[in-house]
């Protein structure tokens, strides 16, 4: 069994006595240590920023060309902070209820309570950045709901929250970039974690503008490098995301935790042709004002004006009348999914529902739904050619979120000591399913609020390296690893793409273990994995060399890992043999169609071990222990 | 509803910062209209590998419009012809059957070519560095209600913030200014109560920093403002004009 290490005492006092009880860094020493943060997302970027304020020498290193460039500037929605601002009933205690019931009891008790305990000092913070959160005419904050919440506790910056956080994390680490406390080193990719004597050290990087292969090294790795949902090609994520620096972390020694712990959006543009390269997401923050329907008939291919009331079918509000349209996200897209199968899908392919704002916009007024969505309403009618004020949105589920990850304590520690994870990057926080507006809220409190508390209490401990330590073997070693990998990669001269590959990929696994998951099909996928890894190494096309900026290198050596982790990927979702949150296995299921848990047998976290020189990963279990809440069969109707 | 399109694309080529660089003419084929012009990019870079040769170095991320990492010149429109779009947001089903399309990188002395289409914005990193930010420590906040901000002042500071610095400004503008840039940040700041406590150094520091960089000066064209993908106002220049003033008239050094 895996040690979480989770205080003891009551949930509500644990953070603030943990806090008490570690050690700290005095300032005058801090200056000895040095980080290395890898990503400047939401987490990475508050995280370097934070640290650097404190004291410590910060490096940076983004795979973008500027840090504000980060995936994390996609999220549209919001943040949620238990505020209780509109007086409607919530607290910390109401956040953390939520968060675990969304999670389908999968999460860790002691870090959601963390969670939401800090979400209200985020919201301070960002307002003394100058995030522009929306306000009311008063002056003061304005929320809206999300879904699996009765409340309205989500903080937002029209449909450009993530935009705003991020600006304003990336303005705090500029702040420390004039003030020489953080140097960071644009385009560059983590290719592979130094480890010396079990430890982490330090970090490989490729510099993607010259290819030189370069040793960082320092007292303590914190990745913040993001999820992994574009291992299915097709998903809401950017094409720079990757799994590339978790996996090497992995193979290097850090367990894997949940990797089949994916979210599936429900309300995306739906995908129209074999070219397309990305889906792009419509924000819950539609689902306020938006109702989910299809016809009652299947097959009806009517417009949509010309179906009256009756002859629609406003499925989520049937099926789930407490909490309609507001219901968690892997429960909306699974019953779109299963009325698409049904055949009352509409549009071209019959892959996509109807997200109608019609009757808000006849309520409220064109102006009043245009401030909350008009850039989303924009975007939609660039995409889709269609302008949702007069005809409904058509959306359909697409990968957008990974809850799996890199395994981390209950201070963000890897198994590897002296490596920390933040973010999607990690498993922490969300269980089996993720709520909406709590993404920016985990990167948020994991970077401003809890790693400058654990950082410390880690490096307190250990003396500071004071030699270039990348001399040494073990870097040299990775280093060579990653040069003959490079040079593999280019030398090969098949016949097919890193994105062929990647479509081939993505495909198998959406098919095979996307929203729903059988015994057969997953382990039909995990025949399939090996073949096209082989092929993949045997029959790659990299044009060009190493030794400048060569994008399908960048590309090619992304899937050869996601060819590598898919497998764990479904072997994870093979081995649990029952349903929770996103993951849905056909055979596991309640009468009504629900997610079927078995509490009994699988109320633990999956860890998985890289064991050197074998096929197959070893499993540990970290078992979960609620202590505060009841595990009941989740219901939102 | 979908139409193909057979287009005749000349594209800036240029293998490195040291490189001349020439323009290219390619031919694609069967371009669906409905394709992103990204998308269609992929089209023609996939063909080029498969013929063994070097694919078009582009920058591009997010593909939804907001992390402003595309950027090109489409026809002689930074973004192309559009408006209030990006690059990736811009889709084929707004170009003709035959058409041919121009495409260049940016073009400014201070964003210098590395390779193909792909420039070096990191002039813009350090303008904000030099200022674009209000210093509030980790920790140090008060209760984020405690200010209330007027609704009207949040909305200007919001339609500033929405710039996502992607360079378009620079690329439109003849003496490739970074005024717009600037300007929204200087703009999204001043127009809340916590944002004017630097207020008096920021302007200067962030336009010293920006002549600094080999950025030209304003001369009120306006092609900023119509090649901006989140339309951002002019206003926010003449904003910027009266801040900087105010900071040179009143700065003690």
Redesign the interface.
């Known amino acids: 069994m895996l040690d979480a290490k989770i205080p003891s005492g009551p949930l509500k006092d644990k953070w603030s006595s943990h806090k008490l009880h570690l050690q700290l860094v005095n300032p005058a020493n801090k200056r000895k240590y040095q980080v290395i943060v890898v990503g400047t997302g939401l987490a990475g970027s508050?995280a370097a920023?934070?640290l650097a304020?404190l004291g410590y020498r910060v490096k940076v290193f983004c795979i973008?060309?500027?840090?504000?460039?980060a995936?994390s500037?996609?999220a549209q929605g919001g943040i949620n902070a238990a505020?209780n601002?509109a007086n409607d009933g919530d607290s910390i205690e109401r956040l953390f209820y939520d968060t675990i019931k969304g999670g389908d009891f999968r999460a860790r008790e002691a870090n959601v309570h963390r969670l939401a305990e800090v979400s209200?000092?985020i919201?301070?913070?960002?307002?003394?950045?100058?995030v522009?959160?929306?306000?009311?005419?008063?002056?003061?904050?304005d929320n809206r709901s999300f879904g699996g919440a009765q409340v309205s506790r989500t903080f937002y910056?029209?449909g450009?929250t993530g935009?705003?956080l991020l600006?304003g994390a990336?303005?705090?680490l500029?702040?420390e970039?004039?003030r020489d406390n953080v140097e960071i080193r644009?385009r560059t990719e983590m290719l592979d974690l130094v480890t010396i004597d079990g430890v982490a050290k330090g970090i490989i990087i490729r510099d993607l503008?010259t290819g030189k292969i370069e040793s960082h090294s320092a007292d303590v790795v914190i990745m913040a490098t993001g999820g992994y949902s574009s291992i299915f090609y097709l998903s809401t994520n950017?094409?720079?995301c990757n799994a590339t620096a978790i996996w090497r972390a992995h193979k290097r020694g850090a367990f894997m935790a949940n990797p089949c712990y994916t979210q599936i959006h429900p309300t995306c543009i739906p995908v129209?042709?074999e070219?397309?390269?990305?889906l792009?997401?419509m924000s819950e923050g539609l689902r306020n004002d938006g109702r989910v329907w299809v016809p009652k008939q299947a097959g009806d291919k009517r417009l949509p004006s010309e179906i009256p009331e009756e002859g629609r079918d406003y499925f989520l509000e049937r099926k789930y009348p407490t909490f309609g349209n507001l219901v968690p996200r892997d429960i909306a897209s699974r019953s779109v999914k299963e009325l698409c199968d049904a055949g009352q899908g509409v549009g071209?392919t019959g892959m996509a529902v109807y997200l109608d704002l019609s009757a808000a916009i006849e309520r409220l007024g064109k102006e009043k739904i245009a401030e909350r969505y008009s850039n989303l309403f924009?975007?939609y009618e660039?995409?889709s050619?269609h302008n949702p004020y007069e005809y409904p949105m058509m959306i359909y589920p697409a990968p957008h979120y990974t809850m799996g990850g890199l395994w981390v304590d209950y201070n963000l520690m890897s198994t590897i000591p002296g490596l920390f994870v933040l973010g999607e990057a990690n498993f922490s926080d969300h269980g089996a399913n993720r709520l909406g507006a709590s993404a920016l809220m985990q990167g948020l409190a994991d970077g401003?609020?809890i790693i400058?508390y654990t950082v410390g209490d880690y490096l307190a401990q250990i003396t500071p390296i004071n030699t270039d330590i990348t001399t040494f073997a073990a870097f040299k070693e990775a280093e060579g690893q990653v040069v003959q990998k490079v040079s593999r990669l280019v030398s090969a001269k098949g016949?097919r793409?890193a994105?062929?590959f990647h479509k081939q990929l993505g495909k198998l696994l959406w098919d095979k273990c996307g929203m729903a998951r059988t015994e057969a099909g997953l382990h039909e996928a995990l025949d399939k994995i090996p073949e096209i890894r082989s092929e993949f190494w045997d029959n790659i096309?990299v044009?060009?060399s190493g030794e400048?900026?060569n994008?399908?290198l960048e590309k090619a050596g992304r899937v050869a890992d996601y060819l590598e982790f898919a497998e764990l990927f479904v072997r994870d979702a093979l081995h649990r043999k029952e349903s929770c949150g996103g993951h849905f296995r056909t055979e596991y299921q309640t009468p009504e169609g629900e997610a079927k848990r078995d509490d009994e047998k699988f109320c633990y976290v999956a860890a998985w071990e890289h064991i050197e020189g074998q096929n197959e990963q070893q499993l540990h279990k970290e078992a979960l222990k609620f202590e505060s809440v009841n595990l009941t069969q989740r219901s939102y109707k | 509803m979908d139409k193909k399109l057979n287009l005749k694309l000349m594209i800036w080529r240029q293998k490195g910062p040291k490189d001349k660089g020439a323009f290219e003419i390619y031919k694609v084929k069967d371009i669906d209209t409905s394709m992103s012009f990204l998308e269609m990019l992929d089209v023609l870079n996939e063909e080029l590998t498969h013929e063994g040769k070097e694919p078009i170095a582009f920058d591009h991320d997010c593909r939804e419009g907001i992390c402003g990492a595309c950027a090109a010149v489409v026809n002689g429109k930074a973004h192309g012809k559009l408006k209030g779009t990006t690059l990736c947001q811009l889709h084929m089903r707004h170009f003709e059957n035959n058409e041919t399309i121009v495409i260049e990188p940016w073009r400014a002395k201070a964003f210098p070519v590395i390779k193909d289409l792909i420039v070096d914005r990191s002039a813009f990193d350090r303008i904000i560095s030099a200022g674009g930010y209000i210093s509030a420590k980790t920790g140090s906040a008060p209760d984020a209600n405690a200010i209330p901000i007027p609704k009207e002042n949040v909305d200007l500071a919001m339609d500033a913030a929405a710039c996502i610095g992607c360079g378009a400004c620079v690329a439109a503008c003849p003496n490739a200014s970074a005024m717009l840039f600037v300007g929204a940040k200087v703009s999204h700041l001043i127009h809340l109560p916590q944002g004017k406590v630097e207020g008096k150094s920021r302007a200067y520091d962030m336009v010293r920093q920006m002549d600094k960089e080999g950025f030209g000066n304003c001369s009120n064209e306006y092609e900023c403002e119509a090649a901006c993908p989140k339309n951002i106002s002019v206003s926010t220049i003449a904003r910027l004009n009266r801040e900087f003033m105010f900071s040179k008239l009143t700065r003690k050094t």
């Open positions: 508050s920023a934070t304020e973008q060309d500027s840090a504000r460039r995936h500037i996609s505020k601002y209200n000092a919201i301070d913070h960002c307002v003394a950045q100058g522009p959160f929306a306000r009311e005419y008063s002056g003061y904050l910056a029209r450009q935009q705003q600006l990336y303005s705090a500029r702040k970039v004039e644009h503008i950017a094409k720079a129209h042709g070219y397309q390269s990305k792009t997401l071209d924009e975007m660039k995409i050619g401003y609020f400058p016949k793409t994105d062929d096309n044009p060009g400048d900026l994008q399908s």
